[in-house]
């Protein structure tokens, strides 16, 4: 299902944070019937962001709802009492911050030996070299490019450098792990993250917010693509 993920050339991820949680499955529906390739699902635990979101109960039910991979970015606190849950509802991809975890190699190793694809997020504030020795350890780094906690926050630009950067790195450590961004997102900003080697965006407002979902996504992968 996740080959979709390991595909040439910049895809969307359309981030549900914004959208309207009263009609979660027809939500689900309206963005693949948008043509929306994969789905990024924002768990939060008011405690490492301020915000509640939703848990495995909600995941699973998205799970059963979207027909497309489903990546799920654990804000949280002490992610690794939970990978092993997410990772048994089947979700494809399984983003966790470096800043939570107390033995990422492990917790990354733990996510894979779930059947899913284990990501390293890092916050704006986070140099690249607080991942840099788990790179081996994990299918892809997720760059934020906002304080994780909010949808519809300004880009920041410290994103563009890391993702230079960790392309360096990948290129001369002859490494597999897919680069992500996350936050900010927007007709303005999609082509420089591409451009940087971003491959999965995430995008919230930029979609949900706009009125035309399938619009909205082939606008900006239009964009990520031209840059290339
Ligand atoms: C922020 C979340 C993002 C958010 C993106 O904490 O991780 O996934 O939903 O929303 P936009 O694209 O509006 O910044
Ligand atoms: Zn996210």
Redesign the pocket.
Known sequence: MSAVLDGKGPVVLP?L??CDFGHLAHEVDRLEQAGAVAL?L?V?DGRF?PQLTYGDVVVEAVRRAARVPIEV?L?VEEPERMVAGYAAVGVDVISVHVEALTDPGRTLREIAGGGARAHLALSPGTPVESVEPWLDDCHGVLV?S????????RFNPVALEKLAALAALREARGGTFRLAV????STETIGPVAAAGAELI?????VVRSGDYARSIAELEAIARSVL
């Open positions: 981030a944070l914004l990024h924002d939060m962001v970015h804000m934020m906002v304080e994780p906690g909010f949808g519809g926050q996350d936050g900010g997102i995430v995008a919230g407002s930029a």
